[in-house]
């Protein structure tokens, strides 16, 4: 059995000495060459070292903060939204990556793009909640400026 080393990518070739065929007359066996390929995941995008994941927030979510489960190469963590996050926000979780090949000691960052979820259809009450929220942000909107 062979373990395949932490950081390994598709297209890198591993030479396992002497598990390869037999020797020319009763000769040593020879190296086996292993051609690596790796499965997609169906959450994980790799760019080199670095990890790419998106998560899909409520819009009260990103306006108020909170913390989501987040699938790593490490299994899952708990990330914190912080308040008014963006759409389009990038947050990075440090050394959540993958290992570097030989030095696993080194890793790459796990970047989690954020969307934020706008509901298409709103019911009676979160509408009028809505509204109070709008009317409360024009009060205080002074031109271009807000106090």
């Known amino acids: 059995m062979y373990i395949t080393p932490a950081g390994i990518d598709k297209g890198a070739r591993l030479r396992v000495k002497g598990e390869g065929n037999a020797g020319r007359r ?14 997609d995941h169906p959450e994980l995008r790799r760019d080199g070292m670095d990890i ?11 306006i108020l903060g909170s913390q989501v489960k987040v ?8 990330l914190k939204i912080p308040p008014g996050t ?3 926000t ?16 080194v890793r790459g960052n796990h970047n989690v793009h954020v969307r934020v979820s706008i509901p298409k259809q709103l019911n009676g009450e979160e509408r009028k909640l809505i509204e ?5 942000q024009s009060k205080t909107r002074v031109g271009p400026f807000m106090f």
């Open 132 to 136: 109070q929220l709008k009317e409360m």
């Open 90 to 105: 990038t947050l990075l979780m440090a050394k959540r990556g993958v290992p570097r090949l030989g030095a696993s000691n």
């Open 86 to 88: 963006q759409p389009g």
């Open 71 to 78: 699938t790593t190469v490490d299994g899952p963590v708990e």
């Open 52 to 62: 790419h994941s998106d998560i899909d927030i409520s819009y009260v979510d990103a």
């Open 26 to 39: 009763g000769g040593p066996p020879g190296d086996l060459i292993v051609f690596i390929r790796v499965k």
